[in-house]
C-alpha cells in the first residue's frame, strides 16, 4: 500500500508518521512519499520520520519529493495538509480582520475566507494532477478549510474525504473525564467543519446510552474550561458545542482578547522554528512533547481510521468525516458538505442519519452554508464582487461597511496569491 502526503513538510507531519508506525496493523503501509516544495523543511522532517519508522519497526519506506506527479503516481490515498503563503499568510489572516473589529481566525470570518481564495485553485490543481496520475486514488483532505476546500473537490468529481480532528479531540476529552475507553464512545457529531455541536455521547455506538446529561452535570467547567466558553453557554444550550463555536457565541469577547496578545500564527512559528531544530538531531527519533503544542492533536489516529476504511483493510465503520450532504441535513442542499457521523468503506462515506434539529442549531448552519456556498463561487471565478458578497454574508460579518472594508484589505494582503486580483 501506497500513500503520499502533501505538504510533508509540515511539521506535523512526525505526528502522522507516528500514527502510521503505531497502527501499522490497522493500515499496513509499505510506501508513503512525504512531498513539499520546501526542500530544506522535507529533508530535516523526511530524517525522522524515517527514524520514527525504524524505532518502531515499521517496515514501509519513506521517500522525499518535491516533484508531486512523481510522488502520488500509483498512490493508494493522497492525504492533503498544506498552507498555501505559510505562517506568514496566516499572520496576516489573523490581523487585518481585527483592524474592522472582525475576529482574525484562520478558518472563520474574513481570515477564513482569504484561506479559502488561496487554497482553493491550489488544492483543485493537485487533485486533477493526482487523477491524471492514478485516478482510483482516495484524496482525504486535512488542509483548511476543510469544508469549503473538500466541497471545491466533490464538486469537481473527485474521489475525496474531507477530515477534522476536533470529534476525535473532543472523544478523547471526554473518555478521560468519563474514565470510559475512547473506543466504548460514540458522539452524536453534527454540522459544518467548524462549526458542530455534540448532541449525544453515548456508549457502545449509535443508540446506546446517552453519557452526555452526565458530562454536563459531573464535569461541565472541565469542559467549558477546554472550550473556551462560559459554562453558562452549556447550560443553555445543553449539548457541547466545539471550540469554534466561542467566535460566534463570544465573538466580541474575542475580538477583544485577540488585540491584546500576540496572534496564534506569531505562536506557531516561533514553535515550528524549535520543533525544526528538532526534527535535525538525528539522535531524535520519535515525536518531541513540543508537537502537542502545536495543533492537531489525535490527527494522525483519525487519518490511519479514515485511510483503512477507504482502502478495504480495516478501520472503524463508523467516524467524523465531511462529505456530501445528501438529504442528511433536509434543510440544506444536497451538494453541501457537512461534517458528521458516517459509514466508510472502499465506496465512501455515507452519512448516518440525523434526528430533526433545533432551529438554534440549523439556522446558524444554514446561514454559514450559504456564505460557504458564496467563498466557493469566490474562490473559483474570482473577482471583488463575489469576495464582499461572500463576506456580507458571512453571520460575523453581516453589515455593508464593515464588508467593504474587509474585502479591501483581503485584496490588499493576498495580491500575491491571486491570480486575478
Request: with cysteine.
Amino acid at each position: 500500500m501506497k500513500l503520499a502526503v502533501v505538504g510533508g513538510g509540515s511539521t506535523y507531519t512526525p505526528e502522522l508518521i507516528d500514527g502510521f508506525a503505531r497502527l501499522r496493523d490497522t493500515l499496513p503501509i509499505s510506501e508513503l512519499v512525504l512531498i513539499d516544495p520546501a526542500a530544506d523543511r522535507l529533508e530535516l522532517v523526511g530524517g525522522l520520520a524515517r527514524r520514527i519508522f525504524a524505532r518502531q519497526g515499521h517496515p514501509g519506506s519513506i521517500t522525499t519529493t518535491s516533484d508531486l506527479d512523481a510522488g502520488v503516481a500509483d498512490a493508494d490515498a493522497v492525504l492533503l495538509q498544506l498552507r498555501v503563503g505559510g505562517q506568514a499568510a496566516r499572520q496576516q489572516d489573523e490581523t487585518w480582520p481585527l483592524e474592522c473589529g472582525c475576529v482574525g481566525q484562520e478558518t472563520t470570518g474574513a481570515g477564513g475566507l482569504a484561506k479559502a481564495l488561496r487554497t482553493v485553485p491550489v488544492v483543485l490543481d493537485i487533485a486533477e494532477r493526482v487523477r491524471r496520475t492514478n485516478p482510483n486514488a482516495w484524496i482525504i483532505d486535512f488542509t483548511n478549510p476543510v469544508g469549503i476546500v473538500t466541497r471545491a473537490l466533490l464538486r469537481a468529481g473527485h474521489k475525496a474525504v474531507g477530515l477534522c480532528n476536533v470529534a476525535i479531540t473532543l472523544q478523547r476529552q471526554f473518555a478521560s473525564l468519563l474514565d470510559v475507553p475512547p473506543g466504548e464512545l460514540h458522539l452524536d457529531h453534527v454540522g459544518l467543519n467548524h462549526l458542530t455541536w455534540e448532541l449525544g455521547v453515548r456508549r457502545g455506538g449509535p443508540g446506546g446510552e446517552d453519557l452526555l446529561p452526565r458530562l454536563l452535570a459531573e464535569h461541565g467547567d472541565a469542559v467549558a474550561a477546554d472550550l473556551r466558553l462560559p459554562r453558562a453557554v452549556l447550560d443553555r444550550l445543553g449539548v457541547v458545542p466545539s471550540y469554534y463555536l466561542k467566535y460566534f457565541y463570544t465573538h466580541d469577547e474575542v475580538v477583544r482578547e485577540l488585540g491584546e496578545k500576540p496572534s496564534r500564527a506569531a505562536e506557531v512559528a516561533a514553535m515550528e522554528r524549535e520543533l525544526l531544530a528538532m526534527y535535525g538531531d538525528p539522535a531524535l527519533d520519535e515525536k518531541p512533547a513540543l508537537l502537542a503544542k502545536r495543533g492537531g492533536a489525535f490527527y494522525s489516529e483519525a487519518a490511519v481510521d479514515l485511510a483503512a476504511a477507504l482502502l478495504g483493510d480495516g478501520g472503524s465503520p463508523v467516524q467524523v468525516v465531511n462529505t456530501l450532504n445528501n438529504g442528511t441535513l433536509p434543510f440544506l442542499a444536497d451538494d453541501a458538505v457537512i461534517e458528521v457521523q458516517a459509514r466508510v468503506d472502499r465506496s465512501g462515506p455515507v452519512p448516518l442519519a440525523v434526528p430533526r434539529l433545533d432551529p438554534l442549531y440549523a439556522g446558524l448552519i444554514a446561514h454559514v452554508t450559504a456564505y460557504e456556498d458564496l467563498a466557493l463561487d469566490a474562490a473559483l471565478r474570482g473577482g471583488r464582487e463575489r469576495v464582499a458578497k461572500a463576506l456580507l454574508a458571512h453571520p460575523l460579518v453581516g453589515q455593508f461597511d464593515q464588508a467593504e472594508q474587509l474585502t479591501d484589505r483581503l485584496l490588499a494582503h493576498n495580491k500575491e496569491h491571486l491570480a486575478w486580483a
